[in-house]
């Protein structure tokens, strides 16, 4: 079995210095949302609890294996699987391919799995497969664009693609599917936002939420209007027409929004191209993500590079933003340079973390809504063309790249080339500490004197569990990149397209970015895909305030300087229950997008 669970467990515990049937302190108390003040610290770095009986913990390690695997596009495979969803009335996996000319959804067969041919390697990695697309939808042949997201809504036996227009600004589409017979027939199109990023149904199939990116053009000529849209369906039929929210109504309000831990970075006030650009607060609000409560009431909506939320009301379409604050790094640890050559966790007091949560999801406790985030992060980095170097500056551009183009905006910088205040005096700010990390230029300088007082990262190498006030509840602290390093020594933040450890540890880290929740037996699991690393955490939430890491496994070799293998950089993650599953078992389903590959895990309690 591809995974490390006891070894994990036992290195975290020496991290740490828990027992291994203790459990960890609660989570300590989070200051109100005014302020975008440091967040309260969670129990990783809280005294441990009193020791609990032994074999207390075993209900909740987890038997997980490799049961069912498809390399799709096998000779350009980046993009070949990003985004799946599980149709289980016929038990059919789907997978959204980019990485051929035009937009494709293939389907794949998962009413049973040969084990046997899950065969490993020498490496203990395994990369045959036993899955094959028997379905490709076209999506081309009835909407133009790019194919972004999926979502199945098994009510109504109905698929919808979320497709994004080629040229920037335009409004994409969202494709509908009626897949209950033998194969998808194309219903109609229904108009959305700019940059359609993701698309999800209500638990009762009565909604269809998209979350419209509004990503501006290279030299911000056109800077859309993030959205988000909101399609009915009665008794399965979809309205012709969604409804539209925006974000114009705060546009006053962008102080007020800060001051709660929103972050806004563009080039307000500079020409470039030509134009002088004038971005507002409802321009640079990107909606990333969408997941529905399980009520069916509330639509959550992570705004990624805002470091921010959306929650919306469905029963009215009222909405309210809650800006997600700063992770205080002073009391916990990360590995902040690439070019240390070793695995070196080191403090730092002053350093800050922005959430930025890629994927989100929601779930129910004692009546009350939660939100769960995997933290990626994300910075922003926009380019146009230019002839040359000189043209590029002519144009107002910052550098020029001969691949990349002209620089247009970037709002990011290595810790050494900023002038850190006194505060930071306990520091060399070279490579062997922070020098390397990669860290926002809007903020940090607060009294303007070119001296940063505090550095503000990307992400937070972790993942959050938050109230629907927009508290934390656990976050996971420094662990996933702590556990990660135990486990893969030299090897750990590795990058995911290459085998040489410590690539990524001045940006982002393991970067956490698909997520999945889903019940085994009694007990309800988080499952967080790191993209870089490529393996997967677990964590039991059944319990929002009583968390516990359970296991961490993965199929990608490590060997330096060897060819990578196996499955790299999950994107998406569909959790399948027993009851909906072939094995009877659970099922977790990985769409990795640098691999192009799909990964079946079954997952079942020991």
């Known amino acids: 079995m591809l995974k490390r669970s006891l070894l994990a467990i036992s290195l975290l515990c020496a991290l740490t210095g828990c027992s291994l049937d203790g459990d960890d302190g609660l989570t300590g108390p989070q200051g109100g949302q005014g302020a975008a003040g440091v967040d309260g610290q969670n129990g990783v770095d809280g005294g441990d609890g009193a020791n609990g009986e032994n074999g207390q913990d075993a209900n909740r390690l987890l038997d997980i294996n490799l049961v069912g695997r498809a390399v799709l596009n096998a000779q350009s495979p980046e993009g070949a699987a990003e985004i799946v969803a599980y149709q289980a009335s016929k038990k059919w996996i789907y997978a959204i391919n980019s990485s051929g000319d035009v937009a494709v959804v293939n389907i794949l067969p998962a009413q049973s799995f040969d084990s046997a041919a899950m065969v490993k390697n020498n490496e203990g990695i395994v990369t045959a497969t036993n899955l094959t697309s028997a379905i490709t939808i076209t999506l081309n042949d009835h909407t133009t664009g790019d194919a972004n997201s999926i979502a199945i809504d098994e009510n109504n036996q109905i698929l919808a693609v979320a497709m994004a227009s080629k040229t920037v600004g335009e409004a994409g589409y969202i494709a509908f599917y009626n897949i209950a017979g033998d194969a998808p027939v194309f219903i109609k199109n229904v108009m ?122 469905l029963t009215d379409n009222s909405m309210k933003l809650m800006g997600l604050g700063f992770k205080d790094w002073s009391n916990l640890t990360m590995d902040a340079s690439d070019k240390d050559g070793k ?34 992060g994300d910075g922003r980095e926009y380019f146009f063309d230019a002839a040359n170097a000189a043209d590029c500056t002519a144009k107002g551009g910052l550098d020029f790249d001969d691949k990349d183009g002209c620089l247009a905006y970037i709002d990011e910088s290595r810790a050494k080339d900023l002038t850190l205040a006194a505060n930071f005096s306990y520091l060399n700010n070279d490579n062997d500490d922070i020098g390397r990390l990669k860290v926002t230029i809007v903020k940090g300088d607060a009294d303007n004197d070119g001296q940063y007082e505090q550095l503000y990262t990307y992400g937070a190498r972790s993942f959050t569990i938050w109230d629907s006030n927009g508290l934390v509840v656990f976050d996971s602290g420094d662990q996933i990149e702590r556990i990660t390093a135990s486990i893969h020594g030299s090897a750990f933040n590795n990058d995911e397209d290459t085998n ?107």
């Open 192 to 313: 959305v936002g700019a940059l359609p990023d993701m698309v999800t149904f209500t638990h009762d199939g009565s909604k269809v939420v998209v979350a419209n990116e509004g990503e501006p053009a290279g030299d911000y000529s056109v800077d859309p209007l993030g959205s988000i849209s909101i399609i009915s369906v009665n008794n399965g039929a979809i309205a012709d027409a969604a409804t539209m929210l925006d974000f114009t109504a705060y546009n006053d309000k962008q102080t007020e929004l800060e001051a709660q831990g929103f972050v806004f970075a563009n080039p307000t006030g500079r020409t470039i191209n030509g134009k002088v650009i004038n971005t507002t607060v409802a321009m640079d609000l990107e909606p990333e993500y969408v997941s529905i409560s399980k009520d069916n009431r509330y639509a959550y909506v992570s705004i990624q590079e805002n470091n921010g939320l959306a929650v919306i009301d």
């Open 500 to 606: 040489e450890g410590d690539t990524r540890s001045d940006a982002k880290g393991p970067e956490p970015e698909a997520l999945a929740l889903g019940k085994v037996g009694e007990r309800l699991f988080a499952f967080v895909g790191l993209e870089r690393m490529g393996g997967i955490m677990v964590y039991d939430i059944t319990n929002p305030f009583d968390v516990k890491y359970t296991d961490y496994f993965y199929n990608r070799g490590t060997t330096e300087g060897a060819d990578i293998t196996g499955d790299l950089a999950p994107e998406g993650m569909a959790f399948v229950p027993a009851e909906q599953s072939a094995t009877g078992k659970a099922l977790l389903i990985v769409g990795n997008e640098i691999s192009g590959s799909i990964a079946v895990w079954e997952i079942a309690l020991k």
């Open 343 to 376: 695995v070196n966790f080191q403090k730092y007091p002053g350093l800050f973390g922005m959430y930025q949560p890629d994927t989100i999801s929601s779930f129910s406790y004692k009546g009350a809504n939660f939100i769960v985030s995997a933290n990626e």
